[in-house]
């Protein structure tokens, strides 16, 4: 409890953009997020008074963390299970619990639990040599990191037998590893949803995300072109795996959409990159929702607040624009007077997400031209005159 305010404390472990996001939305209801972070120039501190510097591998830095915090959760998924387990037998309130949250580190543990729930999902084997990739036998296949992967590194498309050498020095380098099937998609779709520990459920229409080299670029919401009843099929997953895994706060389900329906691709516990939409776009944004939940408030509305909304990422451009990105800020303005943007206060780096950009409106090709266009001039400092989705 902060005495100065009469609310409870929420601290965060990880000091990225999320976390940054979830401190904006804690500062309406009352809150000054404490954040774990690793540096002091990560994007939280730089914008939250309360910053503990620690990394989230040490159990020391862990625990006095949490001795000033009412409940704990966390901006990625890199805690070791067993210091969770730890700070939870120590009387902690971890949100999500270790239980839950296993299933967002361990690619392993998430597919073998969802095929016990009998949910859709790609097949897929352990692997802890060479052999048993032959013995599975599907090539193409997609070789995973079981854990420490993400936006697309620790997985590998291996075409035919002879890719498989690549096994051995993973697993030399000490990679868990598993394989999947090649799922032959159409399409990427995230069914975002939130829980409390009361066991209130919710969720936001589901959103199309579009990749890019294993990089979320664009999110819309609402995917189009579904059927109402895929987008029940999907929400109605995402609630059952945060009830069954008892999830507490933000549950983002990633699916592929392949011509027979959904699989799961994985899940994600914690505000994620295909619900940022929801900050302009939706009744309650989902900073504001993992913080009710993880403080077992009454869960928000979802609903959007325009038929088509899309959030476009500001990705750092292979070589850095002439103009800076203060100046170019300006020029955005200028041409885009409803374009929602959110800086992290993070370097530009080729490839990197430093922001990202929202609009509204009637249309979605028309949204999608124009969150494209805004993201694109924010990276390169170039307009894309003559873009057209196709
Ligand atoms: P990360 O944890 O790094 O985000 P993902 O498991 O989400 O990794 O995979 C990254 C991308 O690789 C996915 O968004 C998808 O485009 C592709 N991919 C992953 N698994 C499969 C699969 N089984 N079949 C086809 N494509 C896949």
């Not at 159990?59 to 890199?78: G, S």
């Not at 990427?188 to 670029?217: H, K, M, N, Y």
């Not at 900073?287 to 403080?295: D, I, M, N, S, T």
Request: aromatic share 6%.
């Amino acid at each position: 409890m902060d005495a100065r305010t009469g609310f409870p404390v929420v601290g965060m472990v990880g000091g990225g953009q999320l976390a940054r996001m979830t401190h904006q939305a804690a500062v309406a209801l009352g809150q000054s997020l404490h954040v774990l972070a690793v540096s002091a120039d990560e994007p939280a501190p730089l914008v939250s008074p309360n910053v503990s510097l620690g990394h989230h591998t040490d159990l020391d830095a862990l625990r006095k963390f949490a001795a000033d915090c009412d409940v704990l959760t966390f901006d990625h998924e890199h805690v070791p299970t067993e210091h969770l387990r730890a700070l939870l037998a120590e009387g902690v309130e971890v949100r999500p619990g270790p239980d839950a949250l296993v299933h967002a580190q361990d690619k392993l543990v998430m597919r073998r639990k969802l095929a016990e729930l009998g949910l859709p999902i790609p097949d897929f084997a352990e692997v802890t040599s060479v052999a048993d990739l032959h013995e599975f036998g599907q090539w193409p296949c997609v070789l995973k990191a079981a854990r420490g992967g993400y936006d697309g590194r620790g997985v590998w498309i291996l075409d035919s037998p002879e890719d498989a050498v690549i096994v051995d020095e993973l697993l030399a380098a000490g990679t868990p590893l598993l394989v999947e099937q090649k799922v032959p998609l159409r399409r990427e779709l995230a069914a975002l949803v939130a829980r409390s520990p009361f066991g209130q459920g919710a969720c936001w229409p589901l959103v199309e995300t579009v990749q890019v080299d294993g990089i979320c670029v664009e999110v819309l919401a609402p995917a189009p072109e579904v059927s109402a009843e895929l987008a029940e099929q999907a929400q109605d997953l995402a609630l059952r795996v945060a009830s069954e895994l008892g999830v507490v706060g933000v549950l983002a389900v990633e699916l592929f959409q392949t011509d027979d329906g959904i699989v799961v691709n994985e899940l994600a516990m914690r505000p994620h990159n295909s619900g940022h939409w929801t900050i302009e776009g939706a009744r309650t944004s989902q900073f504001e929702q993992h913080l009710r939940a993880v403080l077992d408030y009454p869960l928000g509305a979802t609903d959007a607040l325009a038929p088509a909304v899309v959030m476009a990422n500001v990705l750092g451009a292979p070589e850095a624009p002439a103009m800076g990105a203060d100046e170019r800020l300006h020029h955005l303005f200028a041409r885009y007077r409803d374009a929602h943007v959110h800086y992290y206060g993070k370097q530009e780096r080729p490839g990197r997400k430093i922001g990202h950009v929202t609009l509204l409106g009637d249309d979605m090709t028309d949204v999608r031209t124009r969150a494209k266009l805004a993201a694109h001039w924010l990276s390169h400092g170039e307009w894309l005159d003559g873009y057209e989705i196709h």
